[in-house]
């Protein structure tokens, strides 16, 4: 369980991404968007990044190997405010 908006001690905790998204080299994104794999486990934490501060504007969870099923909506931990 997660329940802070500090984005060092995610990275700290978690290392590096899976994957990120395409529009974190875009310059007028607002967030920047990573992918963790959830060890152990088919999901993965989603968590958006606010460029103006450095923290987390949303955190959800997604089963991604399920991609029909109902695990695979965003199970949000984290929402923006």
Do not use: T
Not at 15 to 44: F, Q, R, T
Not at 46 to 53: C, E, F, L, M
Not at 60 to 66: E, F, G, L, N
């Amino acid at each position: 369980a997660w329940n802070s908006r500090d984005f060092l001690s995610f990275k700290e905790k978690f290392g590096a991404p899976y994957a990120e998204s395409l529009d974190n080299d875009k310059e007028h994104v607002l967030a920047d968007v990573y992918m963790y794999k959830i060890s152990d486990s088919s999901k993965y934490a989603i968590v958006a990044v606010g460029r103006d501060d450095g923290s987390i504007n949303a955190l959800s969870v997604k089963d991604i190997d399920s991609r029909w099923s109902e695990d695979n909506k965003y199970e949000y931990i984290l929402e923006n405010e």
